[in-house]
């Protein structure tokens, strides 16, 4: 009888999960790139079939992906280079936070020229993660050490702040209005910055030592935030100063966290090894498995009807198409 009942709870349990989780329809597409490069963030340029860009960790290089032909080509950024995060300025060029130059880095998309902005020396090493820029076309980053900062690359002058709670900033975003923020995965908050002043002020979301590690805008100003401690996405309304949060299915660890342009929300989930896509207006979740195990998907960006990520673990890129 004890035996039965477990059995019951177990399949009611199972269900319950089932009924958030729809099957995948649309099969990603793998693309190779060099071994050992250990690829931790990705970045397509806009268009269809423009590049996609990766910061290959381990091998301090920037990689270009030709995802018409599968062609690849990696530009070395210079000695000690151990890049992680990569975003596209608004000037069409690749940009990078390399933790191991403690730097920021520009490349030329046409000749490859390759420019770095060293941080303060007082500021020590940073170890850098990710980086957005704000309307006046400065970047603004994270650096998990217990610090974030503003470069303008028209003057060169550069600003870093210790961040409130110390160690932990991980991802930055801005949103269409052009506030900026970002999440501390140590800290367990995310945080608004003023641009003007530099200023931050910690915003602590319900559930408690959640591990927010990255974070997105959508359409709307919303912010979307990964915890992986507790495999959950979090969602802060600046407008009302509320939070929402969902579960994602199993025993989740969301890593990363991106919205498209039809505000459907892209995690990856290390536990079940897979891109999960969330319907914040369905709360319905989609599942996209890799099809090689330890995939390790860090981050994830995209551009109008795809969705691209990094698997480090595999040394290949991911696309999924965003229909």
């Known amino acids: 009888m004890a035996t039965d009942k ?17 099957c995948a329809v649309a099969a990603p597409s793998y693309f190779e790139v060099s071994r050992g490069s250990n690829p931790h963030d990705v970045a397509a340029a806009p268009g269809s079939g423009a590049p996609v860009y990766y910061t290959a960790q381990r091998t301090g290089k920037l990689g270009i992906l030709d995802p018409k032909t599968g062609k690849y080509e990696e530009i070395a950024l210079g000695a000690r280079s151990a890049p992680h995060g990569v975003i596209v300025g608004p000037d069409g060029a690749p940009w990078i936070t390399d933790g191991g130059q403690n730097a920021i880095v520009r490349v030329d998309p046409k000749t490859h020229e390759v420019k770095v902005w060293a941080l303060p ?18 970047v603004w980053f994270t650096g998990q050490g217990g610090f974030y900062g503003r470069l303008d690359p ?5 600003k870093v702040w210790n961040a409130p709670g110390g160690s932990g900033p991980y991802g930055i975003t801005t949103t269409p209005s052009g506030e900026v923020y970002y999440a501390s995965l140590a800290g367990n908050h995310i945080a608004h910055v003023d641009v003007e002043t530099g200023v931050a002020t910690v915003i602590q979301p319900p559930t408690k030592a959640q591990g927010a590690r990255r974070v997105w805008s959508d359409s709307r100003g919303r912010i979307w935030v990964s915890y992986w401690n507790t495999g ?7 407008a ?3 939070w929402r949060e969902w579960k994602l299915p199993g025993n989740a660890h969301a890593y990363s966290v991106w919205v498209d342009d039809r505000d459907k929300v892209w995690l990856t989930d290390w536990a079940i090894n897979a891109i999960v896509k969330f319907d ?12 090689r195990r330890s995939a390790d998907v860090r981050q994830m960006l995209g551009r109008a009807g795809e969705a691209w990520g990094a698997e480090s673990g595999n040394d290949r890129l991911v696309m999924v198409p965003a229909k």
């Open 6 to 22: 477990r059995l019951t709870r177990a399949l009611l349990a199972f269900a319950t999960a089932a009924a958030s989780i729809t």
């Open 121 to 138: 020396p007082e500021t020590g090493h940073a170890n850098l993660n990710t980086l957005t820029f704000d309307k006046k076309g400065r």
């Open 154 to 158: 028209a003057s060169s002058e550069m």
């Open 232 to 238: 959950q996405v979090g969602m802060y309304d600046p």
């Open 240 to 242: 009302s100063k509320s």
């Open 280 to 291: 914040p207006v369905t709360e319905k979740f989609e599942t996209f498995p890799s099809d």
